[in-house]
C-alpha cells in the first residue's frame, strides 16, 4: 500500500519542489536566503492557509507565522523530508492550531474577487456577459468553499493536500504525522461528504 | 467498514493511482461490471475537480516584503513570540519599561526640537483622506474619475488621474463596442470593500437593457438592469414565465395596493405569491417599487445568471447569435416532471396556481434558498450622448484584524486515528 504503482487518474498541480526526495541539506543562511528558499513556496503556503482557515486575510497572517516558525527552527530541519512538506507540516499545524482560537474568523466570507479564476468553469457560460460570467464562477466557488467549511480539520487538510496541493499519500502522511492507511481513509471519508454537500452541482456539471 | 465503502474507499484511491496493480486490477473489474460504481468514480473525479480548481492566492509584493522585513527583525532582535523567549518575569519588565522609556525620549525631544508637531495635514491630504472614505460610486456619480488601486495605496498618485485611462472606458456610444469587450478593475476601497468595475459592457448603443451591477450580500443576490418601459416589461415578464417554468418563487414588492397593481400590469402577468396573509412586509424588501425578487434554490442560480444573460441582450444581434445556445439553461434529467410546487419559504400563505410541469427538479427540504433582486433603472438613451456606463461588482470583505498570536510548536497536533484508518 505504500508503494504507488499506478499513474494518477486525475491529474495534480506540481508541489513545491519537483522532487519529494527527502532533502539532506539543511538550509543555511539568513532572513535573505531563507527569503529566497521560500519564495516559490509563498502562493503555495498562502493558498493552503487560505482554505484551511476560510478566510484570506487571516490566511496571509498564518502563512507568515509559518514561514516565520519554519525560519526560527530551520535549525532543527533534520532533512528526512523534503523541504517543501516540512513547510506544509508546519503551515498545517499553524492553521490547526489557529482555528482552535475563537478569535479567528472563520467565514469563508470576503474571498477577494482578484483571485476568483477556474472555479466554477462548468457554469460559465461562453460569451455571457463578463459580470454574469464571474457571478455564475463565484457562486460555483463559493459553494465548493462551503462544502469545504462543512468537514472536520483533518479531513479539511487532507484533502485540499491532496486535490488542491497535489501530494501524494505518503507526502500528506508525512505533513499530516498519520499512517498512509488513515490517509486513504480520510480523504475517502472527506471526498465522500463534499460529494453529498455538491451533487447538485455534480449534476450542473454533467448538463453543461 | 461495509463492503460497499470499502469498494468507495479503494476507488477513492483508485482516483490517485495509489492503489497496487493487483488492487487496480480488481477495481478495474468492478468497474466493468457495476454502473453504481462507475458513476460514483465519476462523482469522486468531480468532486476532487471541483477542489482542485478552487482559486489560488495571489501574493502581493507587501507580503514578501512585510515578510522579509519580519524575518529580518527576527534574525536581529530575537523572537518576540511569548512562547518561544519565555525568559523571566523580570527581564520581559525591563525590556518594557526600557522600550517605554525610548518612546518617550522620542516624543520629548521631537516636541522641543518641533513646537508645531503634531502638524495639521496639508489640504490635499485631508481632501483624499476624505474622498477615501466616500464610496466609489458616489464619487463617480459626482463626476469624479475613480482612483486606480495603485492611487489608492499611494497618495503621490493622486495628481496622476489625468493620466489614468478613462475608468469606465471601451464605450464609444455608438454600439461599436462588443459585449465581450469588458475590462474588469478592482480596487480595495478604504471601506474595506473590494470593489469591482467592468467597462464597456453596458456601453454599446445597440443595448436597449443591461445588466449594470451584480451584488451579493450574504444570501442575496442584486442584479441591476438599465431598462425602462418596453424593455423593463418584456424583461420583467420573460423573467415570470421563467420563474414559473423554473420553479422560482416570485414575490410582490411592499408597496401599497395601488402600485402594486401597477406593478403586476406591468410585469406581463407575473403571478404573485404572498409572503403573509396580511400584506406586512416590512423589513422584508426593499422600498424599490419596482424591484422583482424572487427566491429560489441555491443550484438555480446559474440557470437564472444564463437566462437573464440572453434576455437583457435584445438588439445585439450578433451576441445574441452567439450566445443564444451558449446561454440556454441546462436541461436536466427530469425536465418535463411534473413536480409540486413549493411555498415561498417563509410564507404561510398559499401560493397562486401553478403549471403542473416544471422544468426544475422539487427542492430538497435542506437546500439553501436564495433571494434574487432584479432591481430596474432608467436605461440611458443610445447615441453619441450616452456614454459608457461603469459596472460595478461589489462584494463585502472583513474588516482587518490583528495577527494571531503565536502558535504551537513545529510538532504536528493531528493525532493517529484508531480504528478502521490505521492499517
Known sequence: MEGRHTQPVIASATPIDAGDAPDQRAPRGGPQAFGELIADAQERIVTLCWRMCGNRHDAEDLAQEAFVKAFRAMETFDGRAAFSTWLYRIAVNVCLSARRRPRLRSASVGDDLSDLGAAGRAARHPGAPEPLQRAADREMHQRVVDALDTLDDEHRAVILLRDMEGLDYRRIAQVLGVRVGTVKSRLHRARSALREKLLPTLGTMENT | MSRKDADSERLSAYLDGELSPDETAEVRALLQRDAAARRRLEELRRTARLVSALPRARV?????????????????????????????????????????????????????????????????????????????????????????????????????????????????????????????????????????????????????????????????????????????????????????????????????????????????????????????????????????????????????????????????????????????????????????????????????????????????????????????????????????????LTTSMPAAHEPPEAAIGGQATTRESDGPEQR
Open chain 2, 60 to 392: 502581493s509584493d507587501e507580503f514578501a516584503r512585510r515578510l522579509s522585513d519580519r524575518l529580518e527583525r527576527d534574525a536581529l532582535l530575537g523572537s518576540t513570540d511569548a512562547t518561544r523567549t519565555g525568559g523571566p518575569w523580570t527581564a520581559r519588565w525591563v525590556h518594557g519599561l526600557a522600550t517605554a522609556a525610548a518612546l518617550g525620549l522620542i516624543f520629548v525631544t521631537g516636541w522641543l526640537l518641533w513646537p508645531q508637531w503634531p502638524v495639521r495635514p496639508p489640504a490635499d491630504l485631508t481632501a483624499m483622506r476624505q474622498a477615501k472614505t466616500q464610496p466609489a460610486e458616489e464619487r463617480v456619480a459626482m463626476g469624479e474619475r475613480p482612483p486606480s488601486p495603485d492611487s489608492l495605496l499611494s497618495p503621490l498618485r493622486m495628481e496622476d488621474r489625468s493620466q489614468e485611462r478613462t475608468f469606465a472606458g471601451g464605450g464609444d456610444g455608438d454600439g461599436a463596442l462588443p459585449r465581450s469587450r469588458s475590462l474588469a478593475k478592482s480596487e480595495a476601497a478604504p471601506s474595506g470593500e473590494i470593489v469591482e468595475r467592468f467597462s464597456g459592457l453596458a456601453g454599446s448603443a445597440t443595448a436597449l437593457s443591461a445588466i449594470s451591477a451584480v451584488e451579493s450580500r450574504g444570501p442575496t443576490r442584486e442584479f441591476v438592469i438599465d431598462a425602462e418601459g418596453p424593455d423593463k416589461t418584456r424583461i420583467t415578464g420573460r423573467l415570470n414565465a421563467l420563474a414559473r417554468k423554473r420553479n422560482w418563487q416570485v414575490a410582490p414588492p411592499a408597496l401599497p395596493g395601488a402600485r402594486r397593481d401597477a406593478l403586476l400590469a406591468d410585469s406581463d402577468q407575473g403571478e404573485v405569491v404572498p409572503l403573509a396573509p396580511d400584506g406586512d412586509r416590512r423589513g422584508v424588501y426593499a422600498p424599490s417599487p419596482s424591484d422583482l425578487r424572487l427566491k429560489m434554490v441555491r443550484r438555480e442560480l446559474p440557470h437564472f445568471i444564463a437566462a437573464l444573460g440572453r434576455i437583457t441582450q435584445r438588439n445585439d444581434a450578433a451576441a445574441m447569435a452567439a450566445n443564444e445556445s451558449a446561454l440556454q439553461p441546462p436541461k436536466s434529467e427530469d425536465d418535463e416532471t411534473p413536480i409540486q410546487r413549493r411555498p415561498y419559504p417563509g410564507a404561510p400563505g398559499p401560493t397562486t396556481s401553478m403549471p403542473t410541469t416544471l422544468a426544475a427538479s422539487a427542492p430538497a427540504p435542506s437546500e439553501e434558498w436564495i433571494e434574487v433582486v432584479v432591481r430596474f433603472r432608467g436605461s440611458r438613451p443610445p447615441g453619441p450622448t450616452s456614454g459608457p456606463r461603469a459596472i460595478t
